[in-house]
């Protein structure tokens, strides 16, 4: 699939092209999650703060990434002990363990398992 850079809809013959749309990036990171797993997600969480952005806060961490979190338990609430968790989407439905997230979503992501 070709990606056409997004441009103005009023652009013309001489229009100049050093004014397109910039677009940001945005990353999508998942987890499937137990409460008891919490400490792991916080460690996997935090070393992608660091390692993705380098020592900039969290504000700017949730503008180029969104965390998504699958409860098979539950317990969302109780995930409020983290900051970044504030910011997080929380998915949950009891004794579901398996989730699908549809391909068009995420096709402009690499997927790590």
Same mark, same amino acid.
């Given at each position: 699939?070709?990606?056409?850079?997004?441009?103005?809809?009023?652009?013309?013959?001489?229009?100049?092209?050093?004014? @397109?749309?910039?677009?940001?990036?945005?990353?999508?990171?998942?987890?499937s999650v137990g409460y008891d797993m919490r400490m792991?997600?916080?460690?996997?969480?935090?070393?992608?703060?660091?390692?993705?952005?380098?020592?900039?806060?969290?504000?700017?961490?949730?503008?180029?990434?969104?965390?998504?979190?699958?409860?098979?338990?539950?317990?969302?609430?109780?995930?409020?002990?983290?900051?970044?968790?504030?910011?997080?989407?929380?998915v949950s439905a009891i004794k579901?363990?398996?989730?699908?997230? @549809?391909?068009?979503?995420?096709?402009?992501?690499?997927?790590?398992?």
């Amino acid at each position: 699939m070709q990606e056409f850079p997004l441009r103005h809809a009023f652009s013309h013959a001489r229009y100049d092209f050093t004014q @397109d749309l910039q677009i940001k990036q945005k990353h999508l990171v998942t987890f499937s999650v137990g409460y008891d797993m919490r400490m792991n997600i916080d460690i996997a969480i935090k070393k992608l703060i660091f390692l993705s952005v380098s020592k900039i806060s969290l504000s700017q961490f949730s503008e180029n990434f969104t965390i998504l979190l699958f409860h098979y338990d539950g317990r969302t609430s109780e995930w409020d002990e983290f900051e970044w968790s504030k910011k997080a989407i929380h998915v949950s439905a009891i004794k579901q363990t398996k989730w699908c997230v @549809d391909p068009d979503s995420i096709s402009q992501h690499f997927l790590f398992v």
